[in-house]
């Protein structure tokens, strides 16, 4: 299978500026990004488009030659890499995370600024009209799947034994449309404020159709809402999923539920993925 990349180096970089003391309205500034951070273009075959990943690496990565390390998938990896960033790191000095390795995937915007997403497209289970360009979730697991974490294999110590992925609204449905469909793939599973609306008997189908399969991968499943979202999109197809998740018993998965007090859509994110996290490493 034909993969092709461009590595981006992204650390932290210093202006070749003088850090003496100025006065008045002059001062000097230093650009700076994240730290033991890069990242690569990824052409996929599966979804015929190219997508931004970023990695962020262990402090200690390069001093530990056969170490392997629990590795984060985020999704919408333009916006969540950033937060998972500082979200982990919190996280780590409370020692309720280890050492890990960070992947971002995304459309570029963390880079170059564009406002190009094709989340309608990668991360819907259903044609909806209003999108157009939607339903090709299949395809993004193949990539996933196929060649994501061939390649993250092939450049870096990942323990294939730990791998998580996390998703919010869309990509929360795409997590959840994965687990469903194939359990082992990730290990644990954070979803935060899926957008099931249009999909909710589709995931239950699936749910149904491969609960064998689900509770053998033993994997870890932490989902929740906003209360405060809307309760027609998100809170009542969502509560349908619990339920049926539940109803098969303690012995399933390790699940865990939360609705966020006060919660909105776009509060929710953060919160998620730490209690998430929690949920998953404790």
Known sequence: ?????????????????????????????????????????????NVQDSFYIYVKLPKNYGEESDKTY?????????????????VVRY??????????????????????GSKISKR???YTISRIERWGDSSSAENFLEFLKDELIPFLGLNYRMDSNNRTL???????????????????LFNNYIVSSPYTAYDVE????????NKAKIEEANSKLFISAGEMEDEEDY????????????????DYISFKFRIFEDGVHFSTPSEALAYGLLHCFK
């Open 202 to 209: 589709e995931l239950l189908s699936l749910e149904e159709k």
């Open 166 to 184: 996390s998703g919010h609204s869309l990509s929360g449905l795409f997590a959840l449309y994965t687990m469903f469909s194939e359990p082992k």
């Open 235 to 250: 809170l009542t197809p969502n509560i349908k999923i619990v339920d049926q998740i539940k109803q098969r018993g303690s």
């Open 91 to 112: 996280l780590q000095f409370g020692r309720y995370v280890p050492d890990v390795i960070i992947v971002g995937v995304g459309y570029g915007g963390l880079i170059n």
């Open 120 to 122: 309608e497209r990668d």
């Open 1 to 45: 299978m034909k993969i092709q990349f461009v590595a981006i180096i992204i650390l932290i970089i210093f202006s070749e500026k003088d850090f003496s003391q100025t006065s008045g309205n002059d001062f000097n500034s230093i650009d700076v990004t994240l730290n033991y951070s890069e990242a690569h273009i990824l052409y996929s075959e």
């Open 70 to 86: 629990p590795t984060i998938f985020l999704l919408d990896g333009d916006i969540a890499f950033p937060i998972a960033y500082s």
